[in-house]
């Protein structure tokens, strides 16, 4: 048998689901070898993924192999709009993309993967969205020879992966004292969390969303948390994360009833809570819901060798109350010369949303805060006037 470093490295496009279904094993070995890797490129979310919303020949993933191992993968699909372009797998309901690299032959798979995505540039521009800073694509990106430009995306914000206590002493002290005393009603209240085994994760995720739904009854939400493919979805990746440790479920109890149920996603370098139910009740005995499952999330990642705790995408007000660091994924954009009028499309695509959330930002601050809105006004004027 060859060696590793001796074995041919060959590159190939898969487009049939049972084919990516066929990848398990290989694509679990390349994740565990992937120290950037999040749960969002795993295996069993990425697929599951697909069978809830991916579209009749629009897969493509692009696969270097040596042998019977994978040293890179690149789960895309192909888009026809707004532009051409192959997209990372994981949709909107995903909070990073990346690609998946062996790190013990990473210069010879980052070579490999850039060779095969710009041969697919040529028809279409390659738009990965959502990239964490430090991610694996970003090596692409880095040796990328085309046109190409980095672009900002959502925001998350992060905290170090610490125990609940040391979290509350970053705190300032009067805040912190409010925390403690939080917890405390929690005890006090009886509050009781229990990991899920795995055999009882799809009723358990089931009882999430049902949760969900009744804490958010009345008020906006996002919708795709609602429907079936979601829950189906969620149901399906869940179980096999579960089991090779990259997610954990909790349930909360109160009395003999579950009130609340927490999916929190792990990974080497980055844990933290994907999505939650709880019950009203929690709120009408003053129980604080964000600090019960901090702590629980906390509490997971005690033993874990991640560094951050992720708050995961979102500017809401209350993640910061825990004074994180906000971090901005990025926008990576490639092409080739034939396909760059699609990249400059893309990047004026941009611009042209940022002005006109700016605009209803401004005209709702307008109609809500007259008086704020015209200060800042004069302010503004006042600068153009003085360059």
Not at 104 to 131: C, K
Not at 245 to 262: I, K, M, P, S, Y
Not at 369 to 386: V, Y
Request: charged residues 30%; contains cysteine; hydrophobic residues 40%.
């Amino acid at each position: 048998m060859k060696p590793a470093y001796l074995t041919e490295v060959v590159t190939e496009v898969v487009t049939v689901e049972r084919d990516f279904a066929a990848l398990a094993p290989a694509w679990a070995r390349l994740y565990r070898r992937c120290a950037t890797a999040t749960p969002f490129q795993s295996h069993p979310w990425l697929h599951s993924w697909w069978l809830s919303y991916g579209g009749h020949g629009r897969l493509r993933l692009l696969v270097v192999r040596s042998g019977d191992d994978l040293l890179a993968v690149a789960p895309l699909m192909a888009v026809r709009r707004p532009l051409p372009a192959l997209v990372p797998l994981g949709g909107a309901i995903s909070d990073y993309g990346d690609v998946l690299v062996d790190d013990e032959r990473g210069e010879t798979a980052v070579a490999a993967l850039t060779e095969a995505l710009a041969a697919a540039a040529r028809s279409a521009l390659i738009d990965f969205r959502e990239v964490r800073p430090g991610s694996a694509v970003e090596q692409v990106y880095e040796r990328w020879s085309g046109p190409r430009r980095r672009v900002s995306d959502s925001v998350c914000l992060e905290l170090p992966a610490v125990p609940m206590d040391e979290l509350v002493a970053r705190l300032p002290s009067a805040k912190a004292q409010r925390v403690r005393a939080k917890l405390r009603r929690l005890t006090a209240l009886g509050v009781r969390r229990e990991v899920v085994r795995p055999d009882g994760v799809d009723s358990a995720l089931r009882r999430l969303l049902e949760l969900h739904r009744l804490q958010w009854q009345g008020r906006k939400v996002t919708g795709e948390h609602l429907r079936d493919r979601f829950c189906e979805h969620l149901v399906r990746s869940v179980g096999p994360m579960v089991r090779s440790g990259d997610a954990v479920v909790t349930e909360f109890r109160l009395d003999d009833d579950v009130v609340a149920v927490d999916l929190t996603l792990l990974s080497r370098r980055l844990a933290g809570g994907y999505l939650y139910g709880a019950h009203p009740r929690l709120r009408e005995h003053k129980a604080d819901v964000a600090v019960m499952l901090l702590d629980a999330c906390a509490e997971h990642i005690r033993h874990e060798a991640c560094g951050t705790l992720s708050l995961l995408r979102g500017n809401e007000p209350y993640k910061h109350h825990w004074r994180p660091e906000p971090v901005v994924n990025q926008r990576l954009l490639l092409a080739r010369r034939r396909t760059a009028p699609l990249l400059s499309a893309a990047v004026w695509d941009v611009a042209a949303r940022r002005r006109g959330k700016e605009l209803v930002r401004r005209w709702e601050e307008r109609r809500e805060h007259p008086d704020r809105a015209d200060e800042r006004d004069r302010r503004e004027r006042a600068a153009g006037g003085r360059s």
